[in-house]
């Protein structure tokens, strides 16, 4: 079997790497083509792919295989573009969902272009796809490949968390309230004990935010900036991550980090919260009990179950689409 596969955001690289080692690891070859944010997500997961910058049209004249799997990207059209020439040459095209939400959004530029088959996280993201119009029959539950590659590569021995934490990571995302979430942190950490560090992690979209940069310049806790191309070294050495409702905060969580998820006027959209994985903070209040009473993370049997394999789940899966 030949695959193609494609991804842009950083989230989708990340489900399309594992994917992509999982089908070579089965004999599979695959042609993998990262462009902008996903080119350092493949590397990070010491996946080898081709860097692809602006026109895609070379990329697409050559574009041949019995299969083509594409990440999802909300603010670039490289993978909508990939299922849309797919279908002119009668290739399947199997998306892979890396997030809850956003789903339409995903395949939308100036006209929605679904592509033949999605591969879920769960039920609830099956169900939140079939909302916004897609077929169920096309819909495959796979778990997410790049939490089963969390899991395999979770560490052994899992770094015991000081109480109280000295060393705190907050995930900054665009659109989320994050100003005033970050506020309420430096209002709760400032009555705290003395931290070592408050870093901040922007997200690839937001750059570093001024407003951002002049609470923590004006808040006085030391803090920094996380520039680091290995996020998962960064996070390990964390005592807590805080966050919104970032992907990061899984990849804390999956690490062995206690993780909180601060939703302040904004949509519960992570669904590690209701799994437990990640912890639900909806004031103030709730963030000082958490900084007070954090535990070590507990992965209950449901996810494991969803998730673990979930890249062998989806390479099995992609053998079942060429083959029908």
């Known amino acids: 079997m030949k695959a193609i596969a494609l ?48 026109p895609h ?37 199997l998306a892979i969902m890396d997030y809850w939400g956003n789903y339409r959004q995903r395949f939308e530029r100036s006209e929605t272009v679904w592509p033949d088959w999605i591969a879920a996280i769960d039920e609830t993201c099956a169900a939140g796809i079939v909302a916004e119009g897609f077929r169920r029959d096309r819909i495959h539950i796979t778990g997410q490949p790049y939490f089963a590659w969390l899991l395999a590569h979770r560490p052994t021995q899992l770094r015991r968390q000081p109480n109280p934490p000295r060393r705190i990571l907050f995930a900054s995302q665009p659109n989320a309230n994050e100003i005033s979430i970050l506020k309420t942190v430096i209002e709760v950490l ?35 900036v996380d520039e680091s191309l290995d996020v998962l070294s960064t996070l390990q050495k964390q005592d807590i991550v805080l ?4 992907i990061i905060l899984v990849e804390a969580a999956l690490m062995g980090v206690s993780t909180g ?59 079942d689409i060429v083959r029908s």
């Not at 990070?44 to 602006?54: F, K, Y």
């Not at 083509?68 to 002119?88: H, M, N, P």
């Not at 705290?192 to 992690?201: A, D, H, K, S």
């Not at 994985?277 to 900084?291: C, D, G, N, P």
Request: hydrophobic share 35%.
């Open 190 to 224: 400032q009555d705290y004990p003395p931290l070592e560090q408050l870093l901040i992690r922007f997200h690839p979209r937001q750059g570093k935010c001024r407003e951002s940069l002049e609470l923590l310049a004006r808040s006085g806790l030391p803090h920094a």
């Open 7 to 54: 991804a842009h955001d950083p989230g989708g690289a990340n489900a399309v790497a594992a994917t992509v080692a999982a089908l070579r690891s089965s004999g599979a070859i695959v042609e993998a083509y990262a462009k902008g944010p996903a080119i350092r997500q493949f590397q990070r997961l010491q996946v080898t792919c081709t860097p692809i910058e602006n």
């Open 261 to 319: 998820s601060l939703a302040i006027g904004v949509q519960n959209t992570l669904r590690s919260n209701d799994y437990g994985i990640t912890t639900l903070l909806k004031s103030a209040e709730e963030l000082r009990a958490f900084l007070d009473n954090n535990d070590s993370v507990r992965i209950g049997k449901q996810f494991l179950v969803q998730q673990e394999n979930a890249d062998n789940r989806i390479y099995c899966f992609c053998y």
């Open 243 to 246: 966050g919104i409702t970032s």
């Open 57 to 93: 049209l070379t990329l697409w004249s050559q574009l041949e295989g019995d299969i083509l799997i594409a990440g999802t990207s909300q603010y670039d059209c490289f993978e909508v573009e990939g299922i849309a020439r797919a279908k002119e040459k009668n290739i399947p095209s």
